[in-house]
T-cell receptor, first 114, second 114 residues
Framework: AQSVTQPDIHITVSEGASLELRCNYSYGATPYLFWYVQSPGQGLQLLLKYFSGDTLVQGIKGFEAEFKRSQSSFNLRKPSVHWSDAAEYFCAVGLKAAGNKLTFGGGTRVLVKP | ETGVTQSPTHLIKTRGQQVTLRCSSQSGHNTVSWYQQALGQGPQFIFQYYREEENGRGNFPPRFSGLQFPNYSSELNVNALELDDSALYLC?????????????FGPGTRLTVT
């Protein structure tokens, strides 16, 4: 069955430190890959996406993600975290053959210490 | 350019009742998807509408139904509400031809079933 796993439920990081959020997927083919961020009371905002080509993709707010086919992973990174990055982050995958629906991971809540 | 809007913001219903949630798409977006996000979980795909027809559905029972109108706005209807239907309901819109992840989410409607 198709699935998306975000192994870390919570991550606490100090402001200015680096951040890496893990995402693993289980699909028969390489799907479209996405990272979203959700702040309290807000909808989901797309940070970045991967369809094909260069496996390192740049997004908004200084985020980047790397696709590793051999590991079925699409990890999100940021070199230096700001207090405003405290939020919940969701990895999502989509497959056109699956009716264009998005399948989301369970999310990782990021807390930023001053 | 207005974003995706949803109404109401919050709603409290009693088990067995029916509810209608509304969504206004972003201008120019003709495809609307609905997602259910239970507390502490990632969003789950309910269904998608394109040109007023349902063209994709997740693992939700028939008591979850929808409509899309000629102006691309949409409704989600849930009959015979159950306690487990308590969740944040997210609407997302996109232009047809765009990938499923290139969509814009509304802030959601928080439904509480007592």
């Amino acid at each position: 069955a198709q699935s998306v796993t975000q192994p870390d439920i919570h991550i606490t990081v100090s402001e200015g430190a680096s951040l890496e959020l893990r995402c693993n997927y289980s699909y028969g083919a390489t799907p479209y890959l996405f990272w979203y961020v959700q702040s309290p009371g807000q909808g989901l905002q797309l940070l970045l996406k991967y369809f094909s080509g260069d496996t390192l993709v740049q997004g908004i707010k200084g985020f980047e993600a790397e696709f590793k086919r051999s590991q079925s992973s699409f990890n999100l990174r940021k070199p230096s975290v700001h207090w405003s990055d405290a939020a919940e982050y969701f990895c999502a995958v989509g497959l056109k053959a699956a009716g264009n629906k998005l399948t989301f991971g369970g999310g990782t809540r990021v807390l930023v210490k001053p | 350019e207005t974003g995706v809007t949803q109404s109401p913001t919050h709603l409290i219903k009693t088990r067995g009742q029916q509810v209608t949630l509304r969504c206004s798409s972003q201008s120019g977006h003709n495809t609307v998807s609905w997602y259910q996000q239970a507390l502490g979980q990632g969003p789950q795909f309910i269904f998608q509408y394109y040109r007023e027809e349902e063209n994709g559905r997740g693992n939700f029972p028939p008591r979850f139904s929808g409509l899309q109108f000629p102006n691309y706005s949409s409704e989600l209807n849930v009959n015979a509400l159950e306690l487990d239907d308590s969740a944040l309901y997210l609407c997302a819109s996109r232009e047809s031809g765009r990938s499923p992840g290139e969509q814009y989410f509304g802030p959601g409607t928080r439904l509480t079933v007592t």
